[in-house]
């Protein structure tokens, strides 16, 4: 079987789609299929290494990555997958591929990434009303898709809260990443350590994501003030890239709640650094106000880390329940909970929620399991069970 993925880039400062796609071919490659991913990304760009195939950039009309050479390449190519999945909404990718494809006999699936979450036409009503004149177009791309792919049955209830005209085959088939790297931790933590040898001996909580106001890092900074003259070694680490100036504004804020010695702020972190980081941590906190998988969630998993997340982290329901991390409102009131309530937590049980981790990972989060659920899915397009409409 071969298969193509569309994504508008492969950056890493995109966030978790463009690992997710990377994950996902990875994953596909060693269940013998022949997967390749397109991108709009220049030629010259090195994102993505051995799983982009070809690249169509540059793109155009900043987010929305408009490129008629993308339709042109599709139309001349598509005959030779047997299934295309576009990764995000509100882009040209997904609009490309539906006039290249519609009506052809290669079928093609779509991720949505969360980006029908009602979350978003709350907090951005101008922005959802801009939506609305795009929907018609996004619309027949979601209903003339073989299906449309949930990362879990929470995006899938809440996908259809936002729109009327709601006419989709939804399939629920996971998500995941790899794991950890097969490196020693003592190792990975000791040298990321080394490169910030102002965190050791301390009790380290990790934020690593981008830094964006649904992420909650305004709750974060607030509660950690609120539990931070509990233990003199609490240490707060606030890792991503981000808006230089939401940036800034996180800064100053810290500054001035006194935090400024309490937190670091290292930036991007990748490869090692970022494995280290997470050996090195007690806890991963994300106090997201709306997050449709999480992969750092997952990441840390990976490494028997705990999480303290939001109720509005999808995948929460099976941390929860695995008793691997603590749940609560994404709400200042929550975020201070959660945080209290890890304190409080007795050693032996801080211990066995990290072997909860490793397990929850092992049970849910692993890209291999999400891999397979995904090719059946593939092998059997015309599948229609989970059909929905809604007016």
């Given at each position: 079987?071969?298969?193509?993925?569309?994504i508008?880039?492969?950056?890493?400062?995109?966030?978790?789609?463009?690992?997710?796609?990377?994950q996902?071919?990875?994953?596909?490659?060693r269940?013998?299929?022949?997967?390749?991913?397109?991108?709009?990304?220049?030629?010259?760009?090195?994102?993505?290494?051995?799983?982009?195939?070809?690249?169509?950039?540059?793109?155009?009309w900043g987010?929305?990555?408009?490129?008629?050479?993308?339709?042109?390449?599709?139309?001349a190519?598509a005959?030779?997958?047997?299934?295309v999945?576009?990764?995000g909404?509100?882009?040209?990718?997904?609009?490309?591929?539906?006039?290249?494809?519609?009506?052809g006999?290669?079928?093609?699936f779509?991720?949505?990434?969360?980006?029908?979450?009602?979350w978003?036409?709350?907090?951005?009503?101008?922005?959802?009303?801009?939506?609305?004149?795009?929907?018609p177009?996004?619309?027949?791309?979601?209903?003339?898709?073989?299906?449309?792919?949930?990362?879990s049955?929470?995006?899938?209830?809440?996908?259809?809260?936002?729109?009327?005209?709601?006419?989709?085959?939804?399939?629920?088939?996971?998500?995941?990443?790899?794991?950890?790297?097969n490196?020693?931790?003592?190792?990975?933590?000791e040298?990321?350590?080394?490169?910030?040898p102002?965190?050791?001996?301390?009790?380290?909580?990790?934020?690593?994501?981008?830094?964006?106001?649904?992420?909650?890092?305004?709750?974060?900074?607030?509660a950690?003030?609120?539990?931070?003259?509990?233990?003199p070694?609490?240490?707060?680490?606030?890792?991503?890239?981000g808006?230089?100036?939401?940036?800034?504004?996180?800064m100053?804020?810290?500054e001035?709640?006194?935090?400024?010695?309490?937190?670091?702020w290292?930036?991007?972190?990748?490869?090692?650094?970022?494995?280290?980081?997470?050996?090195a941590?007690?806890?991963?906190?994300?106090?997201?106000?709306?997050?449709?998988?999480?992969?750092?969630?997952?990441?840390?998993?990976?490494?028997g880390?705990?999480?303290?997340?939001s109720?509005?982290?999808?995948?929460?329901?099976?941390?929860?329940?695995?008793?691997?991390g603590?749940?609560?409102e994404?709400?200042?009131e929550?975020?201070?909970?959660?945080?209290?309530?890890?304190?409080?937590?007795?050693?032996?049980?801080?211990?066995?929620?990290?072997?909860?981790?490793?397990?929850?990972?092992?049970?849910?989060?692993?890209?291999?399991?999400a891999?397979?659920?995904?090719?059946?899915?593939?092998?059997?397009?015309?599948?229609?069970?989970q059909?929905?409409?809604?007016?």
């Open positions: 079987m071969r298969t193509l993925q569309i508008s880039s492969l950056n890493p400062a995109m966030g978790g789609p463009p690992e997710g796609a990377a996902i071919c990875r994953a596909l490659r269940l013998d299929v022949d997967a390749e991913i397109a991108t709009l990304d220049r030629e010259d760009v090195t994102w993505g290494g051995d799983c982009c195939s070809v690249r169509l950039g540059p793109a155009r987010m929305y990555s408009y490129c008629e050479r993308l339709v042109e390449w599709l139309e190519n005959r030779t997958y047997d299934a999945i576009v990764h909404l509100w882009q040209f990718p997904g609009l490309a591929t539906w006039r290249a494809l519609r009506g006999d290669t079928p093609y779509v991720f949505p990434h969360g980006m029908l979450d009602p978003f036409k709350r907090r951005y009503p101008l922005k959802h009303l801009k939506k609305q004149l795009y929907w177009a996004e619309y027949r791309v979601l209903r003339d898709a073989q299906a449309v792919l949930f990362t049955e929470e995006e899938r209830e809440l996908a259809r809260l936002s729109f009327r005209h709601y006419d989709v085959n939804e399939v629920v088939i996971g998500y995941g990443i790899t794991g950890r790297p490196c020693d931790a003592d190792a990975l933590r040298a990321f350590l080394e490169s910030h102002n965190l050791r001996d301390k009790r380290l909580l990790l934020f690593l994501g981008r830094l964006h106001v649904k992420k909650g890092c305004d709750l974060l900074i607030d950690f003030a609120t539990v931070a003259h509990r233990d070694t609490l240490h707060l680490v606030i890792a991503g890239p808006d230089q100036t939401y940036r800034a504004s996180l100053a804020r810290a001035a709640l006194g935090l400024a010695s309490r937190i670091t290292p930036g991007l972190l990748r490869g090692e650094m970022k494995w280290g980081a997470f050996h941590a007690e806890a991963f906190v994300l106090p997201s106000h709306q997050e449709n998988f999480g992969i750092a969630v997952a990441e840390a998993l990976a490494c880390v705990p999480v303290l997340i109720n509005r982290i999808n995948i929460w329901r099976e941390i929860e329940g695995d008793h691997a603590l749940v609560a994404d709400s200042l929550g975020t201070t909970d959660l945080m209290h309530r890890w304190l409080d937590l007795p050693a032996p049980e801080r211990v066995g929620m990290k072997r909860n981790a490793l397990r929850c990972f092992a049970e849910h989060f692993h890209i291999d399991v891999a397979q659920k995904l090719l059946d899915t593939l092998k059997e397009p015309q599948c229609r069970a059909h929905t409409s809604a007016a």
